[in-house]
């Protein structure tokens, strides 16, 4: 299986904060990259996939980037309802499988 | 725009057979368009894709759960269905079902999902 580590954890960030998660994949995983935000009680709400394609009626300040094992999350200008849990999602080889998540707080 | 509920019991003693039934509205089961998966995950901690069902019989299935698990469309009522056997503690946790494309760049990516069922198993 391949291996998804995000970092960090958790992190504690403003309101207008830039924020960036990592996730590194075990092996490559090419392009093939998806970002989820998962509020508290909620399902997964998918963002992006390949990498860097917005999900429709996802916010433009959601960017990814990378390629191969390492890869970016990126929220410009941290929004109230960006608070939330992150998780990265390879689909490159079945069984499909997902970062342990991170955190994002209100400091 | 479709729409998915799970549904079952929310409690399951160990060593019985979880059953767990997503049920489709806005779309159908038999497109030829998507996959539908089970995905699990535990109190606080992260996701387990378990399996995927596809309208031609296909499955595919997590080897960490593969010798338990089975995987079915009722197309008659438009819905899919996951059974979980021989359970322990372990296996408790909120499972979702959810809807991917096939084919194309978002194959594999999970872009609608049900609200989730909390499945506990205990005596």
């Known amino acids: 299986d391949i291996q998804m580590t995000q970092s960090p954890s958790s992190l504690s960030a403003s309101v207008g904060d830039r924020v960036n998660i990592t996730c590194r994949a075990s092996?490559?995983?090419?392009?093939?990259l998806s970002w989820y935000q998962q509020k508290s009680g909620k399902a997964p709400k998918l963002l992006m996939y390949t990498t860097s394609s917005l999900q429709s009626g996802v916010p433009s300040r959601f960017s990814g980037s990378g390629s191969g094992t390492d890869f970016t999350l990126t929220i410009n200008s941290l929004q109230p309802e960006d608070f939330a849990t992150y998780y990265c999602?390879?689909?490159?080889?079945?069984?499909?499988?997902f970062g342990q998540g991170t955190k994002v707080e209100i400091k | 725009q479709v729409k998915l509920q799970e549904s079952g019991p929310g409690l399951v003693k160990p060593s019985q057979t979880l059953s767990l039934t997503c049920s489709v509205s806005g779309g159908s089961v038999t497109s030829g368009s998507y996959y539908w998966s089970w995905i699990r995950q535990p109190a606080g901690k992260g996701l387990e894709w378990i399996g995927r069902f596809y309208n031609t019989g296909s499955t595919n299935y997590n080897p960490s759960l593969e010798s338990r698990v089975t995987m079915s469309l009722d197309t008659s009522n438009n819905h899919f269905s996951l059974r979980l056997r021989s359970v322990t503690a372990a296996d408790t946790a909120v499972y979702y079902c959810a809807r991917s494309p096939y084919g194309g760049l978002k194959e594999d990516i999970f872009d609608y999902w049900g609200q989730g069922t909390l499945v506990t198993v205990s005596s």
């Open positions: 092996r490559t995983i090419t392009k093939y």
């Open positions: 999602q390879q689909s490159y080889s079945p069984p499909w499988t």
